[in-house]
């Protein structure tokens, strides 16, 4: 699996975000690196290098701090997982929906109605107005129903953990 640097970093900050809610007091890049391997089900253990470079690169974006004692540093997260899903939906909304709520809305709802995945058979369409996309067993020229607003709600702690790239 060739993960991309977002996918790397979601995972880095998820075991950060575990490590502090254990109430570990200082996370070394080694307590990161064990978490990963030994909570999150990889066979075998990133290097520390990968992870070390990865936690740096969220410090340089400001998601994380560092704290020097003795050779090692120590980190911390500087936002809990709901706020990174209020960061992660607020950019997918401008960046996939122009900024439309009821778009997302829409879209969230018929990905939560489909049994399947929807899209597996059907490419994505690009319009003016922002991302569509037809589902499975649909043809491409029918109306995708989007409901009510009051249908749905919108999940920030979902989102966290499946937007690319905070």
Known sequence: MNLKQGDLENIILNALWDLEAAEESKIFVSHV????????????????????TVLDRLVDKELVSRQKEGKKYFYKSQLDRHQAGVLALEKLLKQYFQNDVAKLEGTLAMIKNQPQKPYASRPTQM???GITATPAGQPASA??????????????GYMASTAQGI
């Open 33 to 52: 690196q064990d978490h990963i391997k030994n909570e999150r089900g990889h066979l075998k253990a990133w290097a520390y290098t990968t992870v070390k």
């Open 127 to 129: 319009g003016s107005g």
């Open 143 to 156: 109306p995708i129903s989007q409901p009510a607003p009051s249908q749905t709600a919108v999940s920030a």
